[in-house]
C-alpha cells in the first residue's frame, strides 16, 4: 500500500511563507485528487486546499485563498502548498491525503479522504 508523507514544515515568522511537499513514495495515488488539511490543537481538521491529478481542477478553502497555492507534479509525485504572508494563526499540523470518496463537493470534508500521512508541524510566532 502506497503513503504519503508531507515535509517543510517549522518555525517561521509572522508574515514569512513556507512551502510544504506532499510525496507519494509508492505511486500509489497518482491519479487521484489530493488534499491539503491542517489541525490546531484543540480545533477541527480544517481543509485547505485540494488539486486533482493533471492540475485540472483545484479547490481552497476562503480562510486561506489568496495566501495558499496547491500546485501539483505528477511526474514527481508531489503536491505541494506554497504559503505566504504566515499568521499566528496559522500555527497548526499540516497533512496531506487522497480523496477517495467523490460526490458533489466532497473534496472539503476530510471524511471523504484516507491514507492520511503523518502531517508536518508549523509554528508561526514572532
Known amino acids: 500500500q502506497g503513503q504519503l508523507a508531507e515535509s517543510g514544515g517549522g518555525f517561521v515568522l509572522p508574515g514569512g511563507s513556507l512551502k510544504l511537499a506532499c510525496v507519494d513514495s509508492?505511486?500509489?495515488?497518482?491519479?487521484?485528487?489530493l488534499g491539503w488539511f491542517r489541525q490546531a490543537p484543540g480545533k477541527e481538521r480544517e481543509f485547505l486546499a485540494a488539486?486533482?491529478?493533471?492540475?485540472?481542477?483545484?479547490w481552497y478553502a476562503d480562510s486561506v485563498k489568496g495566501r495558499f497555492t496547491i500546485s501539483r507534479d505528477d511526474a514527481a509525485d508531489t503536491v505541494y502548498l506554497h504559503m505566504n504572508n504566515l499568521k499566528p494563526e496559522d500555527t497548526a499540523v499540516y497533512s496531506c491525503?487522497?480523496?477517495?470518496?467523490?460526490?458533489?463537493?466532497?473534496?472539503?470534508?476530510?471524511?471523504?479522504?484516507?491514507?492520511w500521512g503523518p502531517g508536518t508541524q508549523i509554528t508561526v510566532s514572532p
Open positions: 488539486i486533482t491529478w493533471r492540475s485540472e481542477n483545484t
Open positions: 509508492g505511486r500509489s495515488f497518482s491519479e487521484l485528487p
Open positions: 491525503a487522497a480523496l477517495v470518496k467523490r460526490y458533489a463537493f466532497s473534496w472539503q470534508y476530510a471524511d471523504s479522504y484516507d491514507y
